[in-house]
């Protein structure tokens, strides 16, 4: 592997071989160590999961670690634009960044979400893309814009962890929430799903449809896999559900104005995981959810307290998964 961006990007015989080789791991295996190597790790945006299960990987495979942020007190502003007068806040383009951090280590993780002011900026995914196209090392995507791709990885982990069948039915659920948040997870968990093959359905109330770039690509690969996709407004899609997976994400009708995103939102207060809605699901539906989630507003205490719930397992596979995508790519790179 050369970096990870996107999972769809990946051929899904090597997804399946790092989900067994998380597995793996999960039951103990020892991480392989690459002493001397350096691993950097740049967040724009707050994490909990991603920054521990990162440094937890790193010092168990033997990596020195760059560990930086942005905002005050952290890396500079950074300028995506080609050719601008860089007069305004930003004091450091990314081609300097990005060239400058690729000597000192040998992969590069990045976080950086949406700016949030327009989509047709946003969705060239201007940062992450950036130091993809000028680190000159692997770059591994912390999630973008677009796409969370160590979560989506975690979560197909999770999924053979429960011995849940490639075909079985996967319910992608919008939920309520008092902000209007990111597209990434959503669209990773769809993808993924779809090059798993299973049975994908998006509940979602209308006007809250995912980029139409990304339904097309998760449409080819349900196509590709044997999968299906569907997109519905009512609670009976859930029937039958092996995974019921909780998201918020803001209306791409509103993007870029927030106060009448709210206004738009605001009416849809009763969008939450509740029992109701497990039992709706069926007896065998297990409750997912990336993490941070904010309870009794996208799902009840009983349903992610309940035995139904794998968030922990999923939480503790971000772990298990990346040092699967750290070997890979530097088992590569030690190879040419
Ligand atoms: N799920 C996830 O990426 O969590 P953090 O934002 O806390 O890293």
Same mark, same amino acid.
């Given at each position: ?15 399946? @071989? ?18 001397? +190597? ?62 400058? *951090? ?14 949030? &002011?327009?989509?047709?900026?946003? @969705?060239?995914?201007? $940062?992450?893309?950036?130091?993809? +196209? ?7 995507? /912390? ?9 989506? $990885?975690?979560?197909?982990?999770? /999924? ?11 319910? $992608?659920?919008?939920?309520? !929430?008092?902000?209007? &948040? ?20 998006? !509940? ?6 995912? $980029? ?19 997109? #519905? ?5 859930? !029937? ?28 849809? @207060? ?18 997912? !959810?990336? *993490? ?19 968030? &922990?397992?999923?939480?503790?596979? +971000? ?12 088992? #590569?790179?030690?190879?040419?």
């Amino acid at each position: 592997m050369n970096g990870l961006y996107h999972l769809a990007e990946i051929p899904t015989p090597i997804v399946e @071989r790092l989900v067994a080789r998380a597995l793996e791991l999960r039951l103990g295996a020892p991480a392989k160590r690459f002493p001397g +190597r350096a691993l950097g790790l740049l967040f724009f945006n707050p994490s909990l999961r991603t920054q521990a299960s990162f440094q937890r990987a790193g010092g168990k495979m033997g990596l020195d670690l760059v560990q930086l942020s942005g905002g005050a007190g952290g890396v500079w502003g950074i300028e995506t634009r080609e050719g601008v007068v860089m007069d305004s806040t930003n004091a450091e383009h990314v081609r300097e960044a990005a060239g400058v *951090l690729g000597r000192f280590v040998d992969i590069l993780a990045v976080r950086a979400f949406a700016q949030g &002011l327009d989509i047709d900026v946003d @969705r060239a995914d201007p $940062l992450l893309n950036g130091f993809r +196209r000028y680190a000159g090392v692997p770059v591994i995507n /912390m999630e973008s814009v677009l796409y969370h791709p160590c979560q989506a $990885l975690a979560d197909w982990t999770t /999924m053979n962890q429960l011995e849940i069948p490639r075909k079985a039915k996967f319910v $992608l659920t919008w939920a309520w !929430h008092p902000k209007s &948040l990111p597209l990434a997870v959503p669209h990773s968990t769809l993808t993924m799903a779809a090059q798993r093959g299973m049975e994908v359905v998006v !509940h979602r109330p209308k006007g809250f449809d995912l $980029l139409p770039s990304v339904m097309e690509d998760v449409e080819r690969l349900a196509a590709a896999s044997g999968g299906s996709i569907t997109v #519905s407004d009512k609670l009976d899609s859930l !029937h039958g559900a092996d995974v019921v997976y909780a998201k918020s994400w803001g209306s791409l009708d509103y993007y870029g104005k927030p106060v009448a995103e709210a206004q738009n939102r605001a009416p849809l @207060r009763s969008w939450q995981v509740t029992r109701k809605w497990m039992e709706a699901a069926g007896p065998r539906a297990r409750f997912f !959810h990336c *993490l941070p989630v904010r309870r009794n507003v996208v799902v009840a205490d009983e349903v992610i307290d309940s035995s139904a719930s794998s968030v &922990l397992e999923q939480a503790e596979n +971000r772990l298990h998964a990346q040092i699967a995508v750290l070997e890979s790519i530097l088992e #590569s790179r030690k190879a040419k």
